[in-house]
């Protein structure tokens, strides 16, 4: 009898439906033994808890296209996984032994960059386990890309058009905060694909006074509106000089929701220009796959499926210059994919005039 767990942990984003269904498909029609499905409910918080559920095949009809997770996802932060819970239970200790109570051959983890961490550490632990890349952040390390990211920049992309029509007929500056607040993969590629006049990134901090220079270098052109994308993580030269404490210790204090707001009044001081702020916000996160992602996460899945049939564990499935791959999760765990300030895409940007405020 061959048991799979699954579970999806962290931010939700398109396309886990996808790649749970691509693994199941493979075991369907692939595997010679009788097998179990078992989902556990809410992330990690169902393997600690033993909150699960028989899945058949029936869970998986239907779902190539629908957004969300059906298991169910919650946020259970690596650096809280050796702390004992409110009632003193031994969280790592909890999901070994619920693995084994179930007699699991193998648990299947759709995460991010944190999620991967628990799972890496489950499998230093001698549990079997696969991960699968999802994130609208693109952030994760050991692979070029991650299901969840195309779906999230399209559904960007269309906000920020949007902005580009009205932003035009009042002549206005229009800031559209884009997810990512450690990594600027879904605002960069977003803002390039709608034509943004500036986009500032986490990776690249800026200078206002060179924000500003953009902006009224557009206007001496003739151009009545600038569309400003900022990634949710975006920083300032001077704040990127502040220790992460004193950083977090100014975002407390501030009277704005966000960067993008105090963007927003620096620019309105300095320049006199009527700005507006937009926030897209988990819209991102929400609704259909993009077909892209559908079949992404589709093809993941087939090859965790391999794995699984294979007996092979202890990877995340990746796909890296094109091609899939397997990547041991220790060489994952805890590394962020990060745009690097020097690389070709921002080079390009560059050149197509696009300013990044440094
Ligand atoms: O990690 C995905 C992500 O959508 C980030 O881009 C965003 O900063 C964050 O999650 C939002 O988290 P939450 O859904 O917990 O508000």
């Known amino acids: 009898m061959l048991r799979i767990g699954f579970l999806t942990s962290g931010g939700d984003c398109q396309a886990l439906n996808a790649a749970m269904r691509g693994v199941v498909k493979v075991i369907q029609n692939n595997c010679k033994e009788p097998y179990e499905l078992y989902g556990f409910e809410d992330g990690y918080k169902g393997l600690i808890y033993s909150k699960f559920r028989m899945l058949t095949g029936s869970d998986f009809s239907g779902i190539l296209t629908r957004g969300g997770t059906i298991l169910g996802t919650s946020r259970v932060p690596f650096k809280t ?30 995460g991010g960059n944190g999620s991967t961490k628990t799972a890496n550490r489950l499998s230093e632990e001698g ?23 195309q779906s999230a920049v399209d559904i960007a992309t269309t906000a920020i058009d949007q902005i580009h029509t009205t932003a035009s007929s009042h002549g206005r500056v229009f800031i559209v905060e884009i997810m990512g607040h450690k990594v600027g993969w879904l605002p960069l590629n977003a803002g390039m694909a709608s034509g943004a006049d500036i986009i500032l990134l986490p990776e690249i901090p800026y200078d206002i006074d060179k924000v500003i220079d953009a902006i009224e270098d557009r206007d001496k052109r003739g151009s009545r509106f600038t569309i400003i994308v900022v990634a949710e ?73 391999k794995l699984i049939l294979k007996g092979e564990f202890g990877y995340m499935v990746g796909y890296r210059n094109r091609e899939m791959v397997k990547v041991p999760l220790k ?20 050149l197509l005039g696009i300013k990044f405020g440094d």
């Open 81 to 110: 996984i050796d702390q004992p819970d409110e009632n003193g239970l031994n969280k790592v200790e909890a999901m070994k032994q619920n693995y084994y109570k179930l007699q699991l051959n193998c648990l299947v983890m759709l």
């Open 233 to 305: 993580g975006a920083i300032s030269k001077e704040d990127a000089k502040l220790s992460k404490k004193e950083y977090a210790k100014k975002l407390a204090a501030s009277k704005h929701p966000s960067v993008s707001y105090e963007l927003a009044d620096l620019i309105t001081k300095k320049t006199g220009r009527e700005v507006r702020v937009t926030v897209p916000g988990h819209v991102q996160r929400g609704g259909a796959p993009c077909p892209y992602d559908r079949v992404f996460a589709s093809r993941l899945g087939a090859e965790a499926g």
């Open 127 to 149: 549990l079997n386990v696969i991960t699968l890349p999802k994130t609208i952040d693109n952030d994760l390390w050991g692979t070029d890309m991650t299901f969840g990211f």
């Open 331 to 350: 060489e994952v765990a805890g590394k962020l994919k990060t745009v690097d300030p020097k690389a070709d895409i921002i080079k390009e940007a560059k």
